[in-house]
């Protein structure tokens, strides 16, 4: 059951930007392999990889077949360069929101990614993790998919640690890794276990992992 959000709270919500307002929308496709690409990526999302045959994702772009099979080889090729998209468009995206909530100080930033996870777990966008569903789903290390899709999360993990760095860590590697486990961890206290207030109650120990790795806590205001 869904855990209700303590009284007080979030009275800043409707002052605050939506996850959609803090993204932004992909860019719009201008060619059919583009259409191909962003409409695999939200049914792959939104239903999983297995779940939508090919002929879907053909007549949801509104392509022939033989403009499909120009551009990939088969649905593997399109599901990997889905994933690659996605990865591209979320790192930019998400990094651009993380800044505006955070400012440019590398230990607000780190803060703000939970405000970030916030208010997309509130969202009625929310399908869990698309990296970590791509995982579980190509459980097999050495497919190029769970491969795409851990190459992302080790991109997301270093970044963590740079910022850390940044923000004057004593060990950034070492809050690295933590830090990743805690992120880790409220995307499944969300996803598996219904918690929209996930974010919340996880940065408490965000705030102890930093002070415990030197870096000065961001209080908000």
């Known amino acids: 059951m869904r855990s209700p959000r303590r009284c007080g709270q979030d009275e800043s919500v409707a002052e ?39 002929d879907a994702v053909i ?11 120009k ?21 930019e995206a998400w990094g651009r929101a993380v800044r505006e909530v955070g400012g440019d100080d590398p ?6 990614l939970f405000d970030v996870m916030d208010r997309w777990f509130t ?31 080790r991109a997301s993990r270093d970044g963590w640690r740079d910022l850390a760095r940044a923000a004057g860590a004593a060990d950034s590697e070492s809050f690295a890794d933590q830090y990743t486990a805690l992120v ?15 974010a919340t109650v996880i940065r408490p120990a965000v705030e102890a992992l930093m ?4 870096i000065a806590v961001v209080r908000r205001g």
Not at 71 to 91: C, G, N
């Open 123 to 153: 969202g009625p966008s929310f399908r869990g993790c698309m990296f970590l569903n791509t995982a579980a789903e190509f459980p097999n290390r050495n497919d190029p998919i769970h491969q795409a899709a851990a190459d992302h999360k």
């Open 59 to 69: 007549a949801e772009a509104g392509v022939t077949k033989t403009t499909f099979y």
């Open 107 to 112: 230990a607000a930033q780190l803060l703000a």
């Open 211 to 214: 002070a415990s790795h030197g």
């Open 184 to 198: 880790e961890g409220t995307l499944v206290l969300r996803q598996v276990h219904d918690r929209d207030d996930a």
């Open 71 to 91: 551009h990939f080889a088969s649905k593997d090729a399109l599901m990997l360069d889905a994933v690659k998209l996605r990865d591209a468009w979320e790192t």
């Open 16 to 54: 605050r930007k939506s996850i959609h307002e803090l993204l932004g929308a992909p860019p719009p496709a201008k060619t059919g392999r583009e259409r191909l690409l962003w409409v695999a990526v939200e049914l792959f999302y939104a239903r999983g990889f297995q779940a939508v045959g090919l």
